[in-house]
C-alpha cells in the first residue's frame, strides 16, 4: 500500500532506472541492455507527465526509449511503489559498486568479487583496502593489482570535469524550461552560457528567467522533481544539479536590464572581460544590472552620478562600446572583437543556407532508411540536391557497395531522377521543391585503405557526380603515413571532398594527427573541401 505522501516522482524513478543500469552491468549484462536503462532512465526524469499518477489513471504517456519491458517495471513502482526485480538486484549487488568499473583493469567480474570477498562498497573502500595490501588475498589479484588500482584512483581524481554534447544539453534545457514555463508570474525562459553559444560540449547549463515572482520561481526550480540536490537558493539566483546529470544555474532578470544580464550570463568570460575592458576606456563600469559611470578611483558612482545605462537589446549595448552586435557562437575572445572593430565579422551559416546534403547512407550499406524514404525528407525540406554516397567495397562492416552493385545503383537513381523531372514538369512536385528542382546525385563514400590506395578503380570514380573520401581504417599509423593517405584522397583527380579528415568524435574519440598545415595547403591548391561534421 502507498499514500500519496510517499509517491514517486519522475526523478525518483529516474534514479531507480539509473540504479537497474549499473547493477545490471555489475552482473555482466550486455552493453546494450545497460544503455538502454540509462537512456530510458533520462527520458523517464525528463517526462513533463507526472508518470506515477499517470500510471495509476491508466494512461500513461508514450516515452522515447521506454518499451514494454521497463513500461511494466513503471506500472509496478506507480501501483505498489516498490519493484521486485530492482530489490533482487539490491541484494545482490550495492548500487554505488558500480563506480569501481571506472578503474582501468577492473571488469564486472573483479568488481564482483572484491565485493563478496572483502565487502567492498565504494571507491573509498578499494582505496582502503588497496592501501593495506589486502587486495591481493583475493584470488587472480597480486601486490601489483594493488598498484594499478592506486594509479587508477589518482588519475581518476585528476581527470578534468565531464562535460555534456550540446545535444544531450538541448534536452535537458527543453525540459527545465517547459517544467518552469506554467510557473505564475513567469514572462520567459531562455537559455545562456556556453549552451547559448552553442559550444560542442557544455559544462553546467545556465537559465535566465524574466519573473514578476522570483519567490515562486526559485521554490519550483529548486523542487523540481528531476533535481538530485539543491546547490543554493536565492531571489536572484538558484543551482541545482539534476539526478545523473550537471547543475543547472537559474538567474532571475532585472526586467530593465535584461539585455546586460543577457551578455553577461551568455559570456564567455574571455568576451566580457574584452567588453568590460572597453566599457571602462569609455569611462563606465559594466555589469549584469547594466552601464555604471566610474569615477576618478575607477570605481563605479552611486545615486545619480552613477548614470545607470540599460538598454533595451543586447544590440544596443555593444553599439554603445561602438561595436556591432556579435552572435553568441562567436563570443570567445578569439578575435571577434577585433572583427568587429574592423567591420569583418561573418555571416553565420544558418539552416535556410542549407541546399542539400552531400554525404549521406542509404540502406544499401549502413544506412538505417531505403533511398525513397531519405529522398521524400530531403525534397520536403525544399532542398534542392542530394548526395547519396553509400561506402565503397573494402569497407566489409558496412556492407560497401561492389562495382556492380554501384552499376545498380545508377539505374536506380537514374529513373528516380526521371521521375523528379516528371513531376516537376507536371506541377505535382512536392511544394518545397526550389524553382530550380530536385536532383539526386550519384556518389560515394570512398575508402582510403590502410595502405594509402583508393578503393575503387580510376574509371569507376570518374561515373560519380561526387566522390567523398575518408580514413575508417589504421588509425593508429604513424603521423606521416596517415598524412599521406589523406594527401592521395586529396590529390585524386576525382575526389570531391575528404569526410571527417580529423576522425574525430567529440568526447570520444581524439582527432588524427596529420600534418595540418599540409592537409590545408594541398586541398586548397586542388579545390579539395573538407567536411565538418556539424
Ligand atoms: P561551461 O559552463 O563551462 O560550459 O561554460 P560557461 O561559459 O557557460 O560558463 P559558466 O556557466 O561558468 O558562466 C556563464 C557565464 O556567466 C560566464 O561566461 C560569465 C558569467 N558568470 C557566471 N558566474 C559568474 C561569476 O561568478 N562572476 C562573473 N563575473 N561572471 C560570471
Ligand atoms: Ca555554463
Ligand atoms: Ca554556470
Not at 58 to 70: E, H, L
Not at 89 to 106: C, Y
Not at 227 to 245: D, P, W
Request: a negative charge; charged letters at 25%; aromatic letters at 4%.
Amino acid at each position: 500500500m502507498t499514500t500519496d505522501q510517499a509517491a514517486l516522482t519522475n526523478g525518483d524513478l529516474a534514479r531507480i532506472f539509473h540504479e537497474i543500469g549499473d547493477m545490471l552491468e555489475l552482473q555482466g549484462e550486455l552493453g546494450f541492455k545497460v544503455i538502454a536503462y540509462h537512456r530510458a532512465a533520462d527520458a523517464i526524469g525528463r517526462s513533463p507527465v507526472d508518470l506515477v499518477s499517470a500510471y495509476r489513471s491508466g494512461d500513461p504517456p508514450r516515452i522515447a526509449g521506454v518499451g514494454k519491458a521497463i513500461s511494466d517495471k513503471l506500472a509496478e513502482l506507480a501501483t505498489t511503489g516498490r519493484l521486485a526485480f530492482h530489490e533482487r538486484l539490491r541484494v545482490e549487488v550495492p548500487p554505488r559498486l558500480v563506480e569501481l568499473l571506472q578503474i582501468p583493469g577492473l571488469g564486472p567480474k573483479s568488481v564482483r568479487q572484491l565485493h563478496q570477498d572483502l565487502g567492498i562498497e565504494s571507491l573509498d573502500d578499494l582505496r582502503a583496502a588497496a592501501e593495506a595490501g589486502r587486495l591481493r588475498t583475493v584470488r587472480g589479484m597480486s601486490a601489483r593489482t594493488e598498484v594499478l588500482v592506486l594509479e587508477g584512483l589518482a588519475r581518476l581524481a585528476d581527470r578534468p570535469p565531464v562535460r555534456m554534447r550540446l545535444d544531450r544539453a538541448e534536452d535537458l534545457v527543453t525540459a527545465v524550461m517547459a517544467a518552469l514555463a506554467q510557473v505564475p508570474g513567469v514572462r520567459s525562459l531562455e537559455p545562456a552560457g556556453s549552451f547559448r553559444r552553442r559550444r560542442e560540449t557544455i559544462g553546467d547549463l545556465d537559465l535566465l528567467a524574466e519573473t514578476n515572482d522570483p519567490a515562486a520561481l526559485m521554490a519550483a526550480f529548486t523542487s523540481l522533481p528531476m533535481a538530485e540536490t539543491v546547490i543554493g537558493k536565492g531571489l536572484a539566483k538558484s543551482a541545482i544539479r539534476l539526478v545523473r546529470g550537471p547543475q543547472v544555474d537559474l538567474m532571475a532578470m532585472s526586467l530593465a536590464a535584461a539585455c546586460t544580464y543577457r551578455i553577461h550570463f551568455t559570456g564567455s568570460k574571455e568576451h566580457n572581460v574584452r567588453l568590460r575592458a572597453m566599457a571602462r576606456d569609455r569611462g563606465w563600469s559594466l555589469s549584469e544590472k547594466g552601464f555604471l559611470r566610474i569615477g576618478e578611483d575607477g570605481e563605479p558612482l552611486t545615486g545619480d552620478a552613477a548614470e545607470l545605462r540599460t538598454f533595451a537589446t543586447e544590440a544596443e549595448a555593444y553599439a554603445f562600446l561602438g561595436l556591432p552586435f556579435i552572435e553568441p557562437e562567436l563570443r570567445e575572445n578569439q578575435g571577434e572583437i577585433e572583427a568587429a572593430l574592423a567591420g569583418t565579422l561573418p555571416r553565420l551559416v544558418s539552416l535556410p543556407d542549407l541546399r542539400g546534403d552531400l554525404h549521406s547512407h542509404s540502406d544499401w550499406s549502413d544506412g538505417r532508411q531505403p533511398i525513397e524514404v531519405m529522398i521524400a525528407a530531403a525534397r520536403a525540406r525544399g532542398h534542392a540536391y542530394q548526395v547519396l554516397t553509400d561506402h565503397s567495397q573494402s569497407l566489409g562492416i558496412a556492407r560497401g557497395l561492389s562495382p556492380e552493385r554501384v552499376a545498380r545503383q545508377a539505374e536506380v537513381i537514374a529513373a528516380l531522377n526521371a521521375r523528379f523531372a516528371e513531376e516537376e514538369a507536371a506541377g505535382t512536385a512536392p511544394a518545397a521543391t526550389p524553382p530550380e528542382g530536385f536532383r539526386l546525385l550519384h556518389g560515394c563514400e570512398l575508402e582510403i585503405r590502410a595502405d594509402g590506395k583508393l578503393d575503387f578503380e580510376d574509371e569507376l570514380l570518374a561515373r560519380f557526380d561526387v566522390v567523398v573520401a575518408s580514413v575508417h581504417v589504421g588509425r593508429r599509423q604513424s603521423r606521416g603515413d596517415l598524412t599521406r593517405r589523406t594527401l592521395n584522397g586529396i590529390r585524386s583527380p576525382h575526389v570531391d571532398v575528404i569526410a571527417h579528415p580529423s576522425g574525430r568524435k567529440i568526447d570520444e574519440r581524439p582527432d588524427l594527427d596529420l600534418d595540418w598545415d599540409l592537409v590545408y595547403g594541398e586541398a586548397a591548391r586542388t579545390g579539395t573541401a573538407l567536411e565538418m561534421n556539424g
